[in-house]
């Protein structure tokens, strides 16, 4: 049950996290679009082809975001799952840093879509920055969700 319960924090986390890049990083800050490096969104038209990329993006993270809390709320009937908060927080914590490694990976390195900042000297040590930050909230996220109170993760691990 603990797999499943980190299954649907980690999934949650993953939707949740792509909210934030999209909101933070695509409309507050402003620093790419989801084609930006393609498309560049200094014209109407590359402003809007980008923006309807973004609301697929969104469309995209609200789905998975959705999926997270169903999952939650289908575990937490259950009368012997843990509600361990630091569980939730972690997993959600590692979801969020999966997300960005992927889309880092896939988006910035591979795909070459767009950059974490595009207007910049140094775009590639922005996009290794941010992957570096990925890997930091996957590791943390693992450390929170292993403490729980009570209990030692190894043997509770084993048993699930």
């Known amino acids: 049950m603990l797999l499943f319960l980190m299954a649907a924090a980690t999934v949650l986390g993953i939707g949740l996290g792509g909210f934030i890049d999209g ?8 620093w790419h679009e989801m084609l930006s490096n393609k498309i560049p969104a200094t014209t109407y038209i590359g402003k809007s082809v980008n923006m309807f990329w973004d609301g697929i993006f969104h469309a995209f993270t609200l789905l998975v975001t959705i999926t997270g809390v169903i999952l939650l709320w289908k575990l937490l009937r259950r009368k012997d799952i843990n509600r361990s908060g ?75």
């Open 23 to 30: 909101i933070v990083l695509h409309q507050i800050l402003q």
């Open 86 to 160: 630091n569980l939730l927080a972690g997993g959600m914590l590692f979801g969020w840093g999966l997300f960005n490694l992927l889309e880092g990976i896939a988006d910035h390195q591979l795909l070459k879509l767009h950059n974490v900042r595009e207007i910049t000297p140094d775009k590639q040590l922005w996009n290794l920055g941010f992957l570096g930050l990925s890997i930091l909230f996957i590791v943390v996220g693992l450390l929170i969700s292993k403490r729980r109170k009570g209990e030692d993760f190894e043997s509770t691990h084993k048993s699930t």
